[in-house]
């Protein structure tokens, strides 16, 4: 599976973005997705996930009631809607899908397949 990511940019304080990661497979709906971020200096660390049916998501604490993850299976696409960015949000953001079973979500190792990353930086 490919995973194309884009909609990063920069943003201030307060903003919003939208990040969208299309798949080039069809097989796409069989698939966790999950939304990661790595900041400069830092190791990479989760932000959220979605299950294959989109009606359970999984968000790290700093970004829940900020960020809502969603899919759509027909467009083989997962976004990522940020809201309130803060400026500790800046971050290359990378999507990720993998067989990933329950309590897995959280784990960049439990997935497979990555996009190239996009970036994001919010202003103070």
């Known amino acids: 599976v490919q995973l194309q990511a884009y909609g990063g940019g920069l943003v201030q304080a307060g903003g919003s973005l939208r990040l969208s990661c299309a798949a080039s497979e069809r097989t796409f709906s069989n698939y966790v997705l999950g939304w990661f971020r790595q900041a400069p200096g830092k190791e990479r660390e989760f932000v959220a996930a979605i299950r294959q049916r989109g009606t359970t998501t999984y968000y790290t604490d700093s970004v829940k009631g900020r960020f809502t993850i969603s899919r759509d299976n027909a467009k083989n696409t997962v976004y990522l809607q940020m809201n309130s960015l803060k400026p500790e949000d800046t971050a290359v953001y990378y999507c990720?899908?993998?067989?990933?079973?329950?309590?897995?979500?959280?784990?960049?190792?439990?997935?497979?397949?990555w996009g190239q990353g996009t970036l994001v930086t919010v202003s103070s």
């Open positions: 990720a899908a993998g067989t990933v079973y329950y309590s897995g979500e959280y784990s960049d190792q439990n997935y497979a397949y």
